[in-house]
Nanobody, 126 residues
Framework: QVQLVESGGGLVQAGGSLRLSCAASGLTFSNYAMGWFRQAPGKEREFVSAITWDGKGTSYAGSVLGRSTISRDSAKNTVYLQMNSLKPEDTAVYYC???????????????????WGQGTQVTSST
């Protein structure tokens, strides 16, 4: 079965960096675009970033633009999210998801995502 497994979360001081990883198995990785969402307590899940099936296109929420970089390694079936200059408002559970490559125009909608990981906690403290 399809599995997406996130890792790399943790507690970091404001201004620090983290690299999140999402390892995919059970699917043809090149058939899917990948994305990251986050959900803070009491808030809805929100889009963070996405990358096309071939890695040539990326998209970011305004709140992380300039501070984050999404990438993917097809040899490892893994997508990464490098987050720098973390802020307390970045604190959330971060989820990776997979959606059909042809649905790129729906990348910011959680409804477009077919598979989700279990999430990894990111906490940025002052």
């Amino acid at each position: 079965q399809v599995q997406l497994v996130e890792s790399g979360g943790g507690l970091v001081q404001a201004g620090g960096s983290l690299r999140l990883s999402c390892a995919a198995s059970g699917l043809t990785f090149s058939n899917y675009a990948m994305g990251w969402f986050r959900q803070a307590p009491g808030k809805e899940r929100e889009f963070v970033s996405a990358i096309t099936w071939d890695g040539k296109g990326t998209s970011y929420a305004g709140s992380v633009l300039g501070r984050s970089t999404i990438s993917r390694d097809s040899a490892k079936n893994t997508v990464y999210l490098q987050m720098n200059s973390l802020k307390p408002e970045d604190t959330a559970v971060y989820y990776c998801g997979a959606f059909k490559a042809g649905d790129w125009y729906r990348r910011m909608s959680a409804a477009a995502y077919i598979y989700w990981g279990q999430g990894t906690q990111v906490t940025s403290s002052t």
